[in-house]
């Protein structure tokens, strides 16, 4: 009866020390907590450097020469002798309107010219004959005056009848519709068979001149006005070449590969939207613009010396409409307002809340927050869809952390950093950080100590 009391001491005693020794092994194991991580972020330094300054503007391409071809002359059109969309040249004949009555009026007045001179030669003749027979006083000197007036009159008819002889060779050659300006012609609005009016001014096709287009832009007072107190501070310089240079983004996004040149700004203020008309001239070899299109166009302004860029993607925008930026400052993040500038090259330009020497964070958001310890590291900026890749493969769980064994935790800090792509950080791995253990990670520990005590 003694030796069972004496037993069941010495159990509890060894059951004591296992205990502790678990306790202490335990927490010496303990995981590190967030605030002691310090997360990986990609950063860019900012200095000054010299940038173009650009900015877009919305315009509409005109062709330089628009000619609509419409009927002069009224009749039945019998032929189309042009191919619809084709090019076509100066003088080309495109339509034929029925000739007879034009060439009717012609041979009448061609008859009416002959017969003002059979009239003038009678006359001329009975005006020399009355000159002679003046001298010998033989007729009156009132038929003289009257033969000599008749004799001007019949000269005067003859003129008269020229002129009607023009009028209906113009007419009948309008019976023959040729194009007044080489370029390409659309479709026909009229068809054979169907009558043109030159008192309405039948509209029969419309020929443009694609070779060079002009795109015609529109700028606010304000921004023209701004623009000029830049170049009048000293903030902005004009370019070297002199002329504004012009680039075309078109309606997929690509940039035109011709540039452009700017050809004038008007001096004119439309009062119902307070903006001025600008007029740029583009080289259109291929015919890729077409008049009508909508574009963007890129003017330059001038040039910054002193222009500090952030890539597009750095910027953020608050709930209130703000621009900010996320600065390492003591290797802690820190949110920074700022007023952004025109963009330029992918970039845009800081004109107020950044210094020379800001760490810009350009990649790592969705892992920090302001006042969270980062490690900084420099921007390498990836191919498209890199950065995805990356991310997918550090939200996967941790396959390593599932196969530890027992008594030896596996690290959720050292597995998530050894996964995450510098730049392009997982949202796992941001949950990591700030203190939200990954499923498998984070109860790896307990699961192992608890198959430890029941071993």
Not at 348 to 361: A, W
């Amino acid at each position: 009866m003694s030796i069972l009391p004496s037993l069941s001491r010495r159990l509890a005693g060894v059951t004591v020390v296992c205990s502790a020794l678990m306790l202490s092994a335990c927490g010496d194991k303990a995981p590190q907590g967030p605030g002691e991580m310090k997360v990986p972020v990609s950063v860019i330094t900012v200095q000054p450097q010299r940038a173009e300054v650009v900015v877009e503007l919305p315009g509409r391409v005109e062709a330089i020469k628009d000619a609509e071809i419409r009927a002069r002359v009224t009749g039945i059109v019998q032929e189309i002798n042009f191919r619809q969309g084709s090019q076509v040249e100066e003088g080309q004949l495109l339509f034929t309107i029925d000739p007879a009555p034009y060439e009717a009026a012609r041979a009448q007045a061609e008859a009416q010219l002959k017969r003002a001179e059979a009239d003038a030669r009678s006359a001329r003749l009975l005006s020399e004959r009355y000159s002679r027979l003046i001298k010998a006083n033989a007729v009156s000197r009132q038929e003289y005056d009257n033969a000599i007036a008749a004799a001007g009159q019949a000269e005067a008819a003859i003129a008269a009848a020229k002129a009607a002889l023009q009028a209906a060779d113009i007419d009948l050659g309008y019976t023959r519709v040729t194009s007044p300006v080489s370029g390409v012609i659309g479709k026909s609005l009229v068809t054979e068979g169907a009558l043109v009016s030159a008192t309405q001014a039948t509209q029969m096709a419309l020929v443009q001149q694609l070779d060079r287009v002009y795109v015609d832009l529109t700028r606010s007072t304000t921004e023209l006005s701004q623009l000029r107190r830049a170049l009048a501070s000293g903030e902005l310089e004009q370019s070297s070449e002199g002329a504004a240079r012009v680039e075309v983004v078109l309606e997929d996004g690509t940039v035109y590969e011709h540039a452009g040149e700017l050809l004038f700004s008007g001096v004119t203020v439309d009062p119902t939207t307070g903006q001025v008309n600008l007029r740029a001239e583009f080289p259109n070899p291929d015919h890729i613009l077409l008049p009508g299109m909508y574009v963007r166009v890129r003017l330059e302004q001038g040039v910054d010396q002193h222009a500090l860029l952030v890539p597009q993607q750095a910027l953020q925008r608050t709930p209130d409409g703000l621009s900010s930026l996320m600065v390492v400052r003591e290797e802690k993040v820190s949110v920074v307002p700022v007023t952004v500038g025109p963009a330029t090259g992918g970039n845009y330009i800081i004109t107020k809340g950044l210094t020379p020497g800001d760490m810009v964070i350009v990649e790592g958001f969705q892992k920090i927050r302001p006042g969270a310890g980062v490690h900084p590291m420099p921007w390498k900026q990836s191919p498209a869809g890199q950065g995805q890749g990356q991310g997918g493969q550090a939200g996967s769980p941790a396959q390593p952390e599932a196969a530890a064994p027992a008594g030896q935790p596996a690290q959720p800090g050292a597995a998530a950093q050894g996964e995450a792509g510098v730049g392009s950080p997982a949202p796992a791995a941001g949950g990591a950080a700030q203190g939200a253990p990954e499923p498998g990670a984070g109860q790896a520990p307990a699961q192992s100590g608890q198959g430890a005590s029941q071993g």
